[in-house]
C-alpha cells in the first residue's frame, strides 16, 4: 500500500469531490459516501423502486434494464443509453440521470405508449421480464433522432430474455415504433423493385409475410400517438435532462463502501496514474462487465477500485494518417459508432480490420452491456474467449502502456498476452490505448465466431485471421499471414507454425490441402481441457480457416485478380448470416359466449406490469427488521457429513441466526408424494447443492457471507452421475418399476413384422429459467402461534403443507398467499415449498419477517430440471412403414429423491407411442436414483420425452426404408375409436383434421422440393424440413388432483372478487377464469377482479399444473357463479333492474348471500397401475407443427426460417392467450431441443468437479433469445371443433404445444442428412437434442471433421 497521507494531498489538494448526486426519475439524490460496494440495481430497489427486476444479477438476462443519461461535455451532447443495473456500480453512474420503468408511465400518469403497445399486444405474459423490454426499446427510441428500423429493434433487445411469450408479440408491439413508408431506405430496396417484389414498409426490404404491401399486417400498425393514450403529449409526459446536470461541473470522486472499500473516479491521468503509485494493486473499472462478475461469482475482492470512465486521456478515439488509435476506456458501442464511419469514408483497401472489428462486436454480448464494457477492459482482461484480442492480434495492433511515471512503451497485441488472463503489463502500468492499423491493399482480414447461441454469447471458438497477398510474376505470393485463434488454450493464440509454414507460399487450392494438416497439429485441446468438446473446437479452427481461405479467394476473383473463381456451390461457406426481421401471422375464429368468454381480451395484469407496479414476492415491502436467508449447501455429491464449524459464520457481519436439522422443530423428511427428502441434511449429503442449513442475517450479502463461512468437513462416497449408471448398478428409487402391456409384443415380433431396428435414445434435460427466482417472505403472528408467507409457488398449498410439516403445526395456522409469480413452468411446484419451509423454520425461532430470494445460480444448481431420459427400443414393422410393435424401455433420472419422478415417468410411458396405432406394445419404466438435486416437473411433465423417443424410431423407421417421416407418421395414425396401449377409448380424434390443415398451410410438398433445390445448389449451407404431430393427454395422472374450489364474492357495487386454487404465473388463468365470471353474469369483464390465491380462502388446492387449471377452476368458478345467480333469480324476477350493480344491492337487502364456495371434479377419469389399464386422460389435446431451418455445416450454427403450427384447441376461452401460450410453449421447446444443454461434472465432462452443474446462469446456459425465433412464425387454431369435455367447449393449451418444437430438431437433421450425403454417408444416425452446434458440426461428417472424430462420433450429453 501507498503513502496514504501523498493521496490525502492529492484529494484535498486537486477537489476530489465526496458529493455524489444522481438523479433518478426526475428526482435529484444525494448519493451518501459509504454505498459504493452497492450496485445501481440494488440501490433503486433499496429506495422502493422495485419495477426493475433482478434476474440473473450477471448482466446475461437484461430484467434489470434501467436508462441512463449523461452530458457529453466535449459532443455538447446528452446521452441516452440502456444499461445493466445489476452490474453497474452505484457512483458508476453519479452525475447521470436514470430513468426506470416507473420514470416513463404508470396507470395514475397514464402509461408511455411503449408501455400501452406491449400491454396491448400480449407482449407480456408473467411480467417479469417486461420492464426491462420496455426500458429497452425506451432506449432505443430516445438515443436516435430517426425512428429505428425493425432489425434495429431486434437487435437491440438481444440482451433481453423473455421466457414466456416467445418474443413474437414484443416484437410486434414494438414494431409500430418502427420506420414506415418513408423508409424505402436500403440498398437492397430498388434491386427488389425491379422485380416486382413488395416492399415491407417498415423494413425497406423485400415483405417477408408474402402478402401485399396492402394487405401486409405490418402496414396497419401505425405508431401510437402521444394525445391518443390519454390526451396528453409525449414531450409533456417525457422527463427531461436534468438543467443541473448540463450545468454541473464533473468533479473527481473520493468515496467508500462496506469492508473499507475505496472508490476513486479521477478526471486526469495524472491522477489515475498516481493512484497506481499509491495503490498498486488496485484495480481499473470502467464497465465493471469482468470486475463485477469476478467480485460476484469469483470471490474476487477489491479494497481499492478507481473508476475510469471519464478520463480524458482514456477515452481518445483518433483517426489518423497510420490508423485509429482507441483508448483504453472507449466504450463498445462508441467503438462501433467510430469504426461505421471510417468505414463508410475511407478507402476500401483501408479498411479490413475495421470491418471485421465490426462485424464482430455484433455478435459481442447484449446492447446494454456493449453500452458500457470498453475496449481495454476486454484487452486487460485477457480472457482466452475475448472476441476483440484475435482481431487486435491478427491485425497487427498495437497496445500503447503508461507506467506511474509517465513513460509509455508500445506492444505489439500478438505479444501481449502471456497466460491464462495474464498479459504484459505491470503493476505500475496501465493501458493507454490501441493502435490499429490501416490494412494495405491485398490484405484481407475476417473475424470468426461460433458460439453456443448465437446472440449475446460467449465464443466456443472465435478467430482473426490476415493475409496479406502479393503478385510475383504470374502468381499471388503470401507476404504476411496471422491466423490467431481464442477458444482453443489458456490464452488467444496464434497459430505459429501454420503461419510459418503459409509465409511465402502460392495462394491456390494446393496450398489450402496441404495447410490443413499443417493446423491440425498446431492447435492442441486436450480431452478433458476445460470447456470440454476437443473434437467441435478443433474442427472448427479448420472450418475457420477454409471459410477463410474460401473468402479471400472470392474476395480477389471479385476483383478480377484470379482467374479461377469458386464453384458455385462453394460459395456457401462464405455466404455470412444475415437475419431480416420475424414475421409472424396468427389465424383463429371468435367462438363468443357472454360478454368475455372466447374474445382475445389482454391479460389483466398486463398494465401493471409494463409500468412496474405488478408486485412479485421480493417486491413485497417488509418491516424494517426483516431478515435474509441463504443456504448452506453441500458441495459433494455424496458424502457423510464428519463437521460442520459455524463459529466464523456466526461472527459475520450482520448475522442472526444459523438452523440446521437439529433445529427443525416438526419433521425434517418432506415430499410431494413420498417424504425421502430432508429438509436440512443430517448426516449424509446425497447431491452438490443439498441444503444442510439456513442463515439468517440483515441483508441478503451478510447472509451469503455468513453462509460461507460455515465449513463442513465431508467423507467422499460413491457416487451415480448418470441414467446409465445407475441402471448398470441398479439404482433406482424404490417401487417405481412401471410396466404397460398391449398384445403381444414377442409374438409379433416373430410372426408379422418385415423388419425389425433396435436403438437408444438420449434425451437431455432442461433448466426453467422462470425469469424470476424462487422467492419467499414468511413471517411468524402471535409470537409462532401461526406461520403467514408470500410466497413465488405453484402450489401454495404445498407451501402450508410443508411448512407445517417442519413446524409441527396444524394446516389451519400456516397461510400462503401467491398473488402472481414470475413463470415457473413446473419449477414451483413442488420445489419452491422447500424454500419456503426452510425460511419458516428461521422465522419461527427468531419470531420475525424471514425472506429467502435465491441467486440465479443457486437456483439452478439447487431446484432440479427437466428429467433427462434414457429409452431403449425394439421397433417391428412392414415394408410399408407400419407400425407393429414396439418394446421400449424407459429411464429417467430422478436425482436424489423421488419427488414428482414417477408421475413424470408415468406421463412418457402413456406417450410414449405419440400418435400412432401400435397393436403389439410393451414398455417398462423405471426412476434413476442418482446424486443429483431432485429433478421435477417441467412443462409437459415426462410426456416431450417419451413422444420425443417415438418420433426417433419414427425418422429410423423411414431411413431403413428409404421414405419421408411424413410418410410413417401419417400411416400410422390413430383413428377414432381406437384402444390406447393403456386402455383408453379415443373420443373425439381430430389428429387428421389437424395434419391435413398444416400440409396445406405449410405447402410441404413444395417446401421440400424448394429445400432439395437449394441443398443441391450449396455444399456448405444445407436446409431441412420436418412435420411433426402431438396428442397430450389432459388431466393429472394422479386422480384425486383433478379436483378444484372456488370462491366467488359479489359486492353491491355489482363488481365480483373471485378466488379460486390456480395460480397466475403468466400463462393468463386469471384472465380466462374472470372472462368465465364475467359471462356468466353477463357484465363487463372490469366488473371481475382477481386479487390473490390464498390458502384460507380455498383450501387443499391441487398445484397450479397439468395444463387443467382453466378447465378445473373455471368449471369451479362457473358453479359458483351459478349458485349465486340461482339465489338473485327471484330477486331478478320480481323487478327489473337497470344494472348488475343494483340487482346486487337489491339481492343484499332481502339478505341474499352473495357468496359462493365452487367445486369441480374432473368425471370419468382413473388408471388403475396394477392392472395397466383405465381412462388416465379427460380428452387430448392435438396439434401439429411444419419447420424449416438452414444449417451452416461448417460451423453447426443453424436459424429456423420457418415454424408453422395448427392445434386444436376447441372454442377457445381466449384465443390470444392461447396463441400466447402456443409460441411461448414453441420457443421454449425450440431451446430444450436446439439450445439448452446442461453440462454436469460425470464421467463425460471431467473438466466440471463431479455432481457439479457448469451451466448455473445466463452466461453459460442459454435459452433462446429474440435473435433465435423463426423468421416466419404461424400459428392457426383449428376452426369449428369444439370439445364436448371442457368448459365452453374450450381445450387446455399450457403443456401440448412445447413438444411441436420437435419439429425444428427433425428440419436440424433432415438438413444434417443433406450434408452427410455429399460425404456419401446414408445410414441412419442418431442425434440427441438438444442439437447445439456442436453436435450439428460434428453430424456433418467431412474431411475436416475426420482429422478429430470418426463418422459415429456422438458428442458427449449428460444424462
Ligand atoms: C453478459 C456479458 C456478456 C459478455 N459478452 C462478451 C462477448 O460476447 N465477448 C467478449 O469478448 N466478452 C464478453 N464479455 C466480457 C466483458 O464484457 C468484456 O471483456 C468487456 O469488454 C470488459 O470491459 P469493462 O469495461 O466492463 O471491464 P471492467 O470489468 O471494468 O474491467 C476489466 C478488467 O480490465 C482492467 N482494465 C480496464 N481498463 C484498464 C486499463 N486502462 N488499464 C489496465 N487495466 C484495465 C480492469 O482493471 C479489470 O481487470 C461479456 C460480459 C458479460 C457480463
Ligand atoms: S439481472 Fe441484470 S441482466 Fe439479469
Ligand atoms: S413474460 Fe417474459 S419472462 Fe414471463
Known amino acids: 500500500m501507498g503513502s496514504l497521507t501523498k493521496m490525502e494531498e492529492l484529494v484535498v489538494g486537486e477537489g476530489w469531490s465526496k458529493e455524489a448526486i444522481l438523479y433518478v426519475n426526475g428526482v435529484r439524490r444525494v448519493l451518501p459516501d459509504g454505498l459504493a460496494h452497492l450496485t445501481l440495481l440494488q440501490y433503486l430497489r433499496d429506495i422502493g423502486l422495485t419495477g426493475t427486476k433482478l434476474g440473473c444479477g450477471e448482466g446475461g438476462c437484461g430484467a434489470c434494464t434501467v436508462m441512463a443519461s449523461c452530458y457529453d461535455q466535449h459532443m455538447k451532447?446528452?446521452?441516452?443509453?440502456?444499461?445493466?443495473?445489476?452490474?453497474?456500480?452505484?457512483?458508476?453512474?453519479?452525475?447521470?440521470?436514470?430513468?426506470?420503468?416507473?420514470?416513463?408511465?404508470?396507470?395514475?400518469?397514464?402509461?408511455?405508449?411503449?408501455?400501452?403497445s406491449l400491454a396491448q399486444a400480449h407482449g407480456s405474459q408473467c411480467g417479469f421480464c417486461t420492464p426491462g423490454f420496455i426500458m429497452s426499446m425506451y432506449a432505443l427510441l430516445r438515443s436516435n433522432k430517426q425512428p429505428p428500423t425493425e432489425e434495429q429493434i431486434e437487435e437491440n433487445l438481444a440482451g433481453n430474455l423473455c421466457r414466456c411469450t416467445g418474443y413474437r408479440p414484443i416484437i410486434d408491439a414494438f414494431r409500430v415504433f418502427a420506420k414506415t413508408d418513408d423508409s424505402l431506405y436500403t440498398n437492397s430496396t430498388s434491386a427488389s423493385s425491379s422485380t416486382n417484389q413488395t416492399i415491407c414498409p417498415s423494413t425497406g426490404k423485400p415483405c417477408l409475410c408474402g402478402s401485399s404491401s396492402e394487405a401486409c399486417g405490418r402496414k396497419q400498425h401505425r405508431p401510437i400517438s402521444y394525445s391518443e393514450t390519454d390526451g396528453s403529449s409525449y414531450n409533456e409526459k417525457e422527463l427531461i435532462f436534468p438543467p443541473e446536470l448540463l450545468l454541473r461541473k464533473i468533479m473527481p470522486l473520493s468515496l467508500h463502501g462496506f469492508g473499507g472499500l475505496k472508490w476513486y473516479r479521477p478526471l486526469r491521468l495524472q491522477h489515475v496514474l498516481y493512484l497506481k503509485s499509491c495503490y498498486p494493486e488496485a484495480k481499473l473499472v470502467v464497465g465493471n462487465t469482468e470486475v463485477g462478475i469476478e467480485t460476484k461469482f469469483k470471490n474476487a475482492q477489491y479494497q481499492v477500485l478507481i473508476c475510469v470512465t471519464h478520463v480524458v486521456e482514456l477515452n481518445a478515439l483518433n483517426v489518423g494518417e497510420d490508423g485509429i488509435e482507441i483508448g483504453a476506456s472507449v466504450r463498445l458501442t462508441q467503438l462501433q459508432q467510430v469504426l461505421q464511419k471510417v468505414v463508410a469514408e475511407r478507402d476500401s483497401h483501408e479498411i479490413s480490420s475495421c470491418k471485421a472489428i465490426l462485424e464482430q462486436l455484433k455478435w459481442?454480448?447484449?446492447?446494454?452491456?456493449?453500452?458500457?464494457?470498453?475496449?481495454?477492459?476486454?484487452?486487460?482482461?485477457?480472457?482466452?474467449?475475448?472476441?476483440?484480442?484475435?482481431?487486435?492480434?491478427?491485425?497487427?495492433?498495437?497496445?500503447?502502456?503508461?507506467?506511474?511515471?509517465?513513460?509509455?512503451?508500445?506492444?505489439?497485441?500478438?505479444?501481449?498476452?502471456?497466460?491464462?488472463?495474464?498479459?504484459?503489463?505491470?503493476?505500475?502500468?496501465?493501458?493507454?490505448?490501441?493502435?490499429?492499423?490501416?490494412?494495405?491493399?491485398?490484405?484481407?482480414?475476417?473475424?470468426?465466431?461460433?458460439?453456443?447461441?448465437?446472440?449475446?454469447?460467449?465464443?466456443?471458438?472465435?478467430?482473426?485471421?490476415?493475409?496479406?497477398?502479393?503478385?510475383?510474376?504470374?502468381?499471388?505470393?503470401?507476404?504476411?499471414?496471422?491466423?490467431?485463434?481464442?477458444?482453443?488454450?489458456?490464452?488467444?493464440?496464434?497459430?505459429?507454425?501454420?503461419?510459418k509454414y503459409l509465409m511465402g507460399k502460392k495462394w491456390d487450392k494446393k496450398l489450402l490441402e496441404d495447410v490443413l494438416n499443417v493446423l491440425k497439429e498446431d492447435i492442441n485441446i486436450p480431452e478433458n481441457a476445460p470447456g470440454g468438446m476437443a473434437e467441435f473446437r478443433k474442427s472448427l479452427t479448420l472450418s475457420f480457416f477454409f471459410k477463410f481461405f474460401m473468402w479471400v479467394t472470392h474476395e480477389m476473383n471479385v476483383e478480377g485478380h484470379f482467374k479461377e473463381g469458386l464453384h458455385a456451390t462453394q460459395l456457401s461457406a462464405i455466404q455470412p448470416y444475415s437475419r431480416p426481421s420475424s414475421f409472424g401471422s396468427q389465424s383463429y375464429e371468435l367462438a363468443r359466449h357472454g360478454t368475455?368468454?372466447?374474445?382475445?381480451?389482454?391479460?389483466?395484469?398486463?398494465?401493471?406490469?409494463?409500468?412496474?407496479?405488478?408486485?412479485?414476492?421480493?417486491?413485497?415491502?417488509?418491516?424494517?427488521?426483516?431478515?435474509?436467508?441463504?443456504?448452506?449447501?453441500?458441495?459433494?455429491?455424496?458424502?457423510?457429513?464428519?463437521?460442520?464449524?459455524?463459529?466464523?459464520?456466526?461472527?459475520?457481519?450482520?448475522?442472526?441466526?444459523?438452523?440446521?436439522?437439529k433445529d427443525v422443530p416438526g419433521s425434517n423428511k418432506l415430499g410431494p408424494v413420498v417424504h425421502d427428502e430432508e429438509l436440512f441434511a443430517s448426516e449424509v449429503v446425497t447431491c452438490v447443492g443439498q441444503v444442510i442449513g439456513i442463515v439468517v442475517a440483515d441483508t441478503h450479502e451478510n447472509a451469503k457471507a455468513a453462509a460461507s463461512n460455515v465449513e463442513i468437513k465431508y467423507e467422499d462416497l460413491p457416487a451415480i452421475l448418470s441414467i446409465r449408471e445407475?441402471?448398470?448398478?441398479?439404482?433406482?428409487?424404490?417401487?417405481?418399476?412401471?410396466?404397460?402391456?398391449?398384445?403381444?409384443?414377442?409374438?409379433?415380433?416373430?410372426?408379422?413384422?418385415?423388419?425389425?431396428?433396435?436403438?437408444?435414445?438420449?434425451?437431455?434435460?432442461?433448466?426453467?429459467?422462470?425469469?424470476?427466482?424462487?422467492?419467499?417472505?414468511?413471517?411468524?403472528?402471535?409470537?409462532?402461534?401461526?406461520?403467514?408467507?408470500?410466497?413465488?409457488?405453484?402450489?401454495?398449498?404445498?407451501?402450508?403443507?410443508?411448512?407445517?410439516?417442519?413446524?409441527?403445526?396444524?394446516?389451519?395456522?400456516v397461510v400462503c398467499k401467491t398473488k402472481r409469480i414470475g413463470g415457473g413452468f413446473g419449477g414451483k411446484e413442488t420445489r419452491a415449498s422447500f424454500f419456503a419451509a426452510a425460511a419458516s423454520v428461521a422465522s419461527y425461532h427468531l419470531r420475525t419477517a424471514v425472506k429467502i430470494t435465491l441467486d440465479r445460480d443457486v437456483d439452478m444448481m439447487t431446484t432440479g430440471q427437466r428429467h433427462s431420459f434414457l429409452g431403449k427400443y425394439k421397433v417391428g414393422f412392414t415394408n410399408e412403414g407400419k407400425v407393429m410393435g414396439l418394446d421400449l424401455e424407459i429411464y429417467n433420472n430422478g436425482g436424489n429423491s423421488l419427488d414428482l419422478s414417477v408421475s413424470v415417468l408415468e406421463r412418457a410411458m402413456f406417450t410414449s407411442e405419440n400418435v400412432y396405432d401400435i397393436p403389439h406394445v410393451k414398455i417398462r419404466g423405471q426412476v434413476c436414483f442418482t446424486n443429483f438435486p431432485s429433478n421435477t416437473a417441467f412443462r409437459g411433465f415426462g410426456g416431450p420425452q417419451g413422444m420425443l423417443i417415438a418420433e426417433n424410431w419414427i425418422q429410423y423407421i423411414a431411413s431403413e426404408l428409404q421414405k419421408s417421416p411424413e410418410e410413417i407418421r401419417e400411416l400410422n395414425f390413430h383413428n377414432e375409436g381406437m384402444v390406447l396401449h393403456y386402455g383408453q377409448v379415443l373420443e373425439n380424434c381430430t389428429i387428421r383434421q389437424v395434419w391435413d390443415e398444416l400440409k396445406i398451410s405449410c405447402d410441404f410438398q413444395n417446401a421440400r422440393e424448394a429445400v432439395s433445390s437449394f441443398n443441391c445448389q450449396n455444399r456448405w449451407r444445407k436446409r431441412g424440413v420436418a412435420m411433426v404431430p402431438t396428442k397430450f393427454g389432459i388431466s393429472f395422472t394422479a386422480k384425486h388432483m383433478n379436483q378444484?374450489?372456488?370462491?366467488?364474492?359479489?359486492?353491491?357495487?355489482?363488481?365480483?372478487?373471485?378466488?379460486?386454487?390456480?395460480?397466475?404465473?403468466?400463462?393468463?388463468?386469471?384472465?380466462?377464469?374472470?372472462?368465465?365470471?364475467?359471462?356468466?353474469?353477463?357484465?363487463?369483464?372490469?366488473?371481475?377482479?382477481?386479487?390473490?390465491?390464498?390458502?384460507?380462502?380455498?383450501?387443499?388446492?391441487?398445484?397450479?399444473?397439468?395444463?387443467?387449471?382453466?378447465?378445473?377452476?373455471?368449471?369451479?368458478?362457473?358453479?359458483?357463479?351459478?349458485?349465486?345467480?340461482?339465489?338473485?333469480?327471484?330477486?331478478?324476477?320480481?323487478?327489473?333492474?337497470?344494472?348488475?350493480?343494483?340487482?346486487?344491492?337489491?339481492?343484499?337487502?332481502?339478505?341474499?348471500?352473495?357468496?359462493?364456495?365452487?367445486?369441480?371434479?374432473?368425471?370419468?377419469?382413473?388408471?388403475?397401475?396394477?392392472?395397466?389399464?383405465?381412462?388416465?386422460?379427460?380428452?387430448?389435446?392435438?396439434?401439429?407443427?411444419?419447420?424449416?431451418?438452414?444449417?451452416?455445416?461448417?460451423?453447426?450454427?443453424?436459424?429456423?426460417?420457418?415454424?408453422?403450427?395448427?392445434?386444436?384447441?376447441?372454442?377457445?376461452?381466449?384465443?390470444?392467450?392461447?396463441?400466447?401460450q402456443i409460441e411461448g410453449a414453441f420457443i421454449q421447446g425450440l431451446g430444450w431441443v436446439a439450445l439448452?444443454?446442461?453440462?454436469?461434472?460425470?464421467?463425460?465432462?471431467?473438466?466440471?468437479?463431479?455432481?457439479?452443474?457448469?451451466?448455473?446462469?445466463?452466461?453459460?446456459?442459454?435459452?433462446?433469445?429474440?435473435?433465435?425465433?423463426?423468421?416466419?412464425?404461424?400459428?392457426?387454431?383449428?376452426?369449428?371443433?369444439?370439445?364436448?369435455?371442457?368448459?365452453?367447449?374450450?381445450?387446455?393449451?399450457?403443456?401440448?404445444?412445447?413438444?411441436?418444437?420437435?419439429?425444428?430438431?427433425?428440419?436440424?437433421?433432415?438438413?444434417?442428412?443433406?450434408?452427410?450425403?455429399?460425404?456419401?454417408?446414408?445410414?441412419?444416425?442418431?442425434?440427441?437434442?438438444?442439437?447445439?452446434?456442436?453436435?450439428?458440426?460434428?453430424?456433418?461428417?467431412?474431411s475436416f471433421t475426420k482429422h478429430f472424430a470418426s463418422p459415429n462420433y456422438r458428442p458427449k450429453l449428460s444424462v
Open 77 to 116: 451532447k446528452t446521452m441516452h443509453f440502456a444499461i445493466n443495473a445489476c452490474l453497474a456500480p452505484l457512483y458508476s453512474v453519479e452525475g447521470m440521470h436514470i430513468i426506470t420503468v416507473e420514470g416513463i408511465g404508470n396507470r395514475q400518469r397514464g402509461l408511455h405508449p411503449i408501455q400501452e
Open 364 to 499: 459481442f454480448a447484449g446492447k446494454q452491456i456493449r453500452n458500457v464494457a470498453s475496449v481495454g477492459g476486454n484487452v486487460c482482461t485477457a480472457s482466452p474467449i475475448s472476441d476483440l484480442n484475435p482481431l487486435w492480434m491478427a491485425s497487427n495492433a498495437k497496445f500503447r502502456l503508461i507506467d506511474c511515471e509517465g513513460n509509455i512503451r508500445t506492444v505489439f497485441a500478438k505479444d501481449f498476452f502471456l497466460g491464462y488472463r495474464k498479459v504484459d503489463i505491470r503493476h505500475d502500468e496501465i493501458l493507454l490505448s490501441i493502435l490499429l492499423p490501416w490494412t494495405r491493399p491485398f490484405e484481407f482480414v475476417k473475424e470468426f465466431k461460433q458460439a453456443h447461441r448465437r446472440e449475446d454469447d460467449i465464443a466456443l471458438v472465435n478467430a482473426g485471421m490476415r493475409a496479406y497477398i502479393r503478385a510475383e510474376n504470374e502468381d499471388w505470393i503470401i507476404a504476411d499471414v496471422s491466423i490467431v485463434y481464442g477458444g482453443v488454450a489458456a490464452l488467444s493464440l496464434s497459430s505459429s507454425r501454420t503461419e
Open 596 to 661: 368475455a368468454v372466447g374474445l382475445p381480451m389482454i391479460h389483466l395484469s398486463s398494465k401493471l406490469q409494463v409500468t412496474g407496479e405488478a408486485e412479485y414476492t421480493d417486491d413485497t415491502p417488509t418491516s424494517q427488521n426483516t431478515l435474509h436467508a441463504a443456504l448452506i449447501l453441500s458441495r459433494r455429491a455424496h458424502a457423510r457429513i464428519l463437521s460442520i464449524d459455524d463459529s466464523r459464520a456466526k461472527s459475520s457481519p450482520g448475522f442472526s441466526g444459523l438452523f440446521l436439522a
Open 726 to 813: 445407475a441402471v448398470d448398478s441398479g439404482s433406482f428409487h424404490p417401487n417405481t418399476a412401471r410396466s404397460l402391456v398391449k398384445g403381444d409384443v414377442e409374438w409379433c415380433f416373430k410372426s408379422s413384422c418385415d423388419k425389425i431396428i433396435e436403438g437408444e435414445v438420449q434425451v437431455g434435460g432442461q433448466e426453467h429459467f422462470y425469469l424470476e427466482p424462487q422467492s419467499s417472505l414468511v413471517w411468524t403472528v402471535d409470537a409462532g402461534n401461526e406461520v403467514h408467507m408470500i410466497s413465488s409457488t405453484q402450489a401454495p398449498q404445498k407451501n402450508q403443507e410443508y411448512a407445517a410439516n417442519v413446524l409441527d403445526l396444524p394446516l389451519s395456522k
Open 1044 to 1220: 378444484a374450489g372456488a370462491l366467488v364474492q359479489v359486492y353491491i357495487d355489482g363488481t365480483v372478487l373471485v378466488t379460486h386454487g390456480g395460480v397466475e404465473m403468466g400463462q393468463g388463468l386469471h384472465t380466462k377464469v374472470a372472462q368465465i365470471a364475467a359471462s356468466s353474469f353477463n357484465i363487463p369483464l372490469s366488473s371481475v377482479f382477481i386479487s390473490e390465491t390464498s390458502t384460507d380462502k380455498v383450501p387443499n388446492a391441487s398445484p397450479t399444473a397439468a395444463s387443467a387449471s382453466s378447465d378445473m377452476y373455471g368449471a369451479a368458478v362457473l358453479d359458483a357463479c351459478e349458485q349465486i345467480k340461482a339465489r338473485m333469480e327471484p330477486i331478478a324476477c320480481r323487478q327489473k333492474h337497470s344494472s348488475f350493480a343494483q340487482l346486487a344491492r337489491a339481492c343484499h337487502m332481502e339478505r341474499i348471500d352473495l357468496s359462493a364456495h365452487g367445486f369441480y371434479i374432473t368425471p370419468n377419469i382413473g388408471f388403475d397401475w396394477k392392472l395397466g389399464k383405465g381412462a388416465p386422460f379427460s380428452y387430448y389435446t392435438y396439434g401439429a407443427a411444419f419447420a424449416e431451418v438452414e444449417i451452416d455445416a461448417l460451423t453447426g450454427d443453424f436459424y429456423t426460417r420457418t415454424a408453422d403450427i395448427v392445434m386444436d384447441l376447441g372454442y377457445s376461452l381466449n384465443p390470444a392467450i392461447d396463441v400466447g
Open 1236 to 1342: 439448452e444443454e446442461l453440462k454436469w461434472g460425470d464421467a463425460h465432462h471431467k473438466w466440471i468437479r463431479p455432481g457439479n452443474l457448469f451451466t448455473c446462469g445466463p452466461g453459460t446456459y442459454k435459452i433462446p433469445s429474440v435473435n433465435d425465433i423463426p423468421l416466419k412464425f404461424k400459428v392457426s387454431l383449428l376452426k369449428g371443433a369444439p370439445n364436448p369435455k371442457a368448459i365452453h367447449s374450450s381445450k387446455a393449451v399450457g403443456e401440448p404445444p412445447f413438444f411441436l418444437a420437435s419439429a425444428v430438431l427433425f428440419a436440424i437433421k433432415d438438413a444434417i442428412i443433406a450434408a452427410r450425403a455429399e460425404e456419401g454417408l446414408n445410414e441412419w444416425f442418431p442425434l440427441d437434442n438438444p442439437a447445439t452446434p456442436e453436435r450439428i458440426r460434428m453430424a456433418c461428417v467431412d
